[in-house]
């Protein structure tokens, strides 16, 4: 099984308040990713990481950045969070063409 | 762009009956083509896999075979149980090693007793 983690679970957040959704790895995978999931299910990449101090952008624009200061760690921050930042965010780690993905942020901005 | 099509849902069926949820796609190279679900409340998990033209990949009595004559990549599974109720993803590997995945917008099933 995979040792993906991503916290919290659940977070309801005011309007213009910085948020950063941790995802952590314990299985030494170089390539991250972010993907957001809308209400419809369709999942969409947001940013992805091939190793340490390497982040991309994805195929969908996002407000957010991320950052890979260690192999492990692959956090997402919202430096202001609005109503339409609200959604589900996988987070994910690759080994070669397999997907591990965590159980997601779901996210709710008021 | 590559792109992925699956069939719309909601499926529901009942326990035992036959399977189908299709998936074609768009896209230049030779992809892998994958299925993933997702079980409430859970992340995703690879179901099965094809790496090129009429490969068959198989799991949990889930099928899927890569056609590359109709850019197809349907699921089937012949007795479908309660516990395979979720969300069914097909999803296209970009070509190049990057492991980008394309995914469908999703097919719900829902299996009654």
């Known amino acids: 099984e995979a040792d993906i983690y991503q916290t919290p679970r659940y977070l309801v957040i005011g309007t213009g308040k910085k948020i950063t959704l941790e995802c952590s790895q314990t299985?030494?995978?170089?390539?991250m990713y972010w993907y957001q999931q809308d209400p419809g299910m369709e999942l969409h990449l947001i940013h992805y990481?091939?190793?340490?101090?390497?982040?991309e952008k994805g195929d969908l624009s996002s407000e957010s950045t991320v950052s890979r200061i260690r192999t492990e760690h692959f956090p997402l921050t919202l430096e202001s969070a609005r109503p339409s930042h609200t959604s589900q965010y996988l987070c994910?780690?690759?080994?070669?063409?397999?997907?591990?993905f965590g159980s997601g942020t779901q996210l709710s901005v008021l | 762009g590559d792109s992925v099509t699956q069939m719309e849902g909601p499926v529901t069926l009942s326990e035992e009956a036959f399977l189908t949820i299709n998936c074609t796609y768009t896209?230049?190279?030779?992809?892998?083509l994958f299925w993933y679900v997702q079980y409430p409340g859970e992340g995703l998990q690879l179901l099965l896999k094809a790496t090129k033209a009429d490969d068959k990949g198989s799991n949990k009595g889930f099928e899927a075979t890569y056609r590359k004559e109709t850019t197809s990549f349907h699921l089937e599974k012949g007795s479908v149980q309660v516990s395979d109720s979720a969300v069914y993803f097909c999803?296209?590997?970009?070509?190049?090693?990057?492991?980008?995945?394309?995914f469908g917008a999703g097919t719900r099933l829902a299996v009654h007793p």
């Open positions: 299985m030494g995978h170089d390539k």
């Open positions: 999803a296209l590997g970009e070509s190049g090693g990057y492991n980008k995945l394309i």
């Open positions: 896209a230049t190279g030779y992809p892998s």
């Open positions: 994910a780690s690759s080994l070669l063409e397999k997907l591990f």
């Open positions: 990481s091939y190793g340490v101090n390497s982040t």
